[in-house]
C-alpha cells in the first residue's frame, strides 16, 4: 500500500481524537486528493492573517508572532496587557468566523470542530503522551528558536529576516520529514 | 504611556480577532488539514493538500507591503519604534529550536497559532498539548536564554512606558 493513501491508511494513520466531532472522518474515510484543497479559502484566509500582522505591526510595531506573545505572557514579561487581549481576540475571532461562515468548516462541513490527531497506531504510544512531547517540542523550539509559523513564516520572510528563512526552512523540512517517518507502517 | 493607550490596545485586540479568523478561514486551525499539507510523499498520487502554501502566500503578500509601508516611517502609529529584532545571527538555538518545533509541528499538525485558537471548540485533549506548550515555552528559556537581543531591546524601553 501506498504511503498515506488507502482508506485503511486513513482511518489508521490520520483519525483524529474525537471521531464523533469530526463526522465526515469517522463514518467515511476518505483519502485526501485534490478535492479538499481549498485555495480560495486558503488565499483569503491567509489575507485576514497578514492583515492581521501588517496592523500589529504598523500599529504598534510589534511582530505578530504567536509563540512569541504566548511565551512571554509569565513576567518578567513587560507587556502582558496587550498579549494576553491579542490571544483572547484570536480565540474570539476564531469562533466569530466558524459563526460567520459555517460552511468552510474546520475539519468537516457546517463548522464542525476540529479534533486534534491520535498517535500512530504503530507507535503504541497513548495519544495524550503524543501531544504532550508534541507540545513539549513546540514549546522549546519555539522558544529557542525565537518564533514559530507565524514569526518567522510569516513577519520573519516578509522582513526578509536571514533568521527567519534559515528557520523556516528547517521547521517545514523537519516537519515534513516527520510526518514522512511518523503517518507510514 | 503611549504602549498602552487606547488606541495600541484596541489594535493589538483588532489584530488578534483577525488573525484567529484568519485562522479559521484558512482552515488552518485543522490539524488533518496541515498534515496533509506537509505528506509530501502523497504528491506523486495526487493526494496533496497544497493549501497551507497558499495561506503562507496570502499572509506574505500582504505583511510585505506592511513591512515595505513600514520602513518608510519612523515609527508604528502607536509606540515610539518597530520592535525588530536586532539580533541577526544563525546561532545553534535558531537551528536547533526550528528542528524541535519542527518536530512537535510535524507529530500534530498544529503550532501555536491555531493550537490556542482551538480553545474556540476545545477538541479534547487540547489542554494537554497548551499546558506542554506553555511549559516547553518556560523551561526552554531557562535551558537557553535565547533572544537576547529582543529582551534587552525590551528592557531598555521599560522606563520610557
Known sequence: ME????????????????????????????????????????????????????????????????????????????????????????????????RAFPSLGVGGPAGRAAGLVTAPAWTGIPTSVWLVVAGLLTGVGTKIGNGCTSGHGVCGLARLSRRSMVAVAIFFGVAIVTVALTRIV | M?????????????????????????????PLKVLHFLDFGAIPSGGWDPSLAFVMGGALIVMFVAVWVGRRRPA?????????PAFTRIDRPLVI??????????????????????????????WLYLVALFVGSYAGSLIVPSGRAQQAADAAQMPAE
Request: aromatic residues 10%.
Open chain 1, 3 to 98: 504511503h498515506g493513501l488507502s482508506t485503511e491508511m486513513w482511518s489508521q494513520n490520520w483519525s483524529v481524537a474525537d471521531p464523533a466531532v469530526i463526522v465526515g472522518c469517522a463514518e467515511t474515510p476518505k483519502v485526501a486528493s485534490m478535492d479538499s484543497f481549498t485555495p480560495l479559502p486558503a488565499l483569503l484566509g491567509g489575507g485576514l492573517i497578514g492583515l492581521a500582522s501588517a496592523l500589529l505591526w504598523l500599529g504598534n510595531g510589534r511582530i505578530a508572532g504567536i509563540s512569541g506573545i504566548f511565551g512571554r505572557l509569565l513576567p518578567p514579561a513587560q507587556t502582558v496587557i496587550w498579549r494576553l487581549l491579542f490571544l483572547v481576540a484570536m480565540v474570539a475571532g476564531a469562533w466569530l468566523a466558524s
Open chain 2, 2 to 30: 503611549a504602549r498602552r493607550s487606547i488606541s495600541y490596545l484596541a489594535t493589538a485586540a483588532l489584530s488578534g480577532l483577525l488573525f484567529g479568523a484568519g485562522l479559521y478561514v484558512s482552515q488552518m486551525v485543522d
Open chain 2, 76 to 84: 508604528p502609529l502607536f509606540d515610539t519604534a518597530f520592535h525588530e
Open chain 2, 97 to 126: 529550536g526550528a528542528a524541535l518545533f519542527g518536530v512537535g509541528w510535524g507529530m500534530s499538525g498544529i503550532c501555536p497559532g491555531p493550537a490556542i485558537s482551538l480553545l474556540a471548540f476545545l477538541p479534547s485533549n487540547l
